[in-house]
Nanobody, 128 residues
């Protein structure tokens, strides 16, 4: 069964850090563009980061600049989102996506149909 699973969310204080994981089963990330997105209550989904595994480039959305990084572990078929200096406005459900065509990911499109796979989200709550 093909599946994408985001995990690692939780509650953290302002200024803290979290590392989210996006793990694939049923396919390998090699050749895919992997995106991280988030959706806060009452707001539209927004792009956070995209990793294009074909060329190793990372594309940063506004929420990620200077605070978030993305990395991968091919052996575990997992992509990580490291989030530092967290703020209350980072509170959201975080999702990961994957597609072999990197175009929409590199443009951080949050549209469901632009990706082949979406994972279930993981909640991140940042409190002051």
């Amino acid at each position: 069964e093909v599946q994408l699973q985001a995990s690692g969310g939780g509650s953290v204080q302002v200024g803290g850090s979290l590392r989210l994981s996006c793990t694939a089963s049923g396919f390998t990330f090699d050749g895919y563009a992997i995106g991280w997105f988030r959706q806060a209550p009452g707001k539209e989904r927004e792009g956070v980061l995209c990793l294009s595994t074909s060329d190793g480039r990372t594309y940063y959305g506004d929420p990620a600049k200077d605070r978030f990084t993305i990395s991968s572990d091919n052996a575990k078929n997992t992509v990580y989102l490291q989030m530092n200096s967290l703020k209350p406005e980072d509170t959201a459900v975080y999702y990961c996506s994957a597609d072999t065509d990197p175009f929409w990911c590199t443009h951080l499109s949050p549209v469901d149909s632009d990706y082949k796979y979406w994972g279930r989200g993981t909640q991140v709550t940042v409190s002051s």
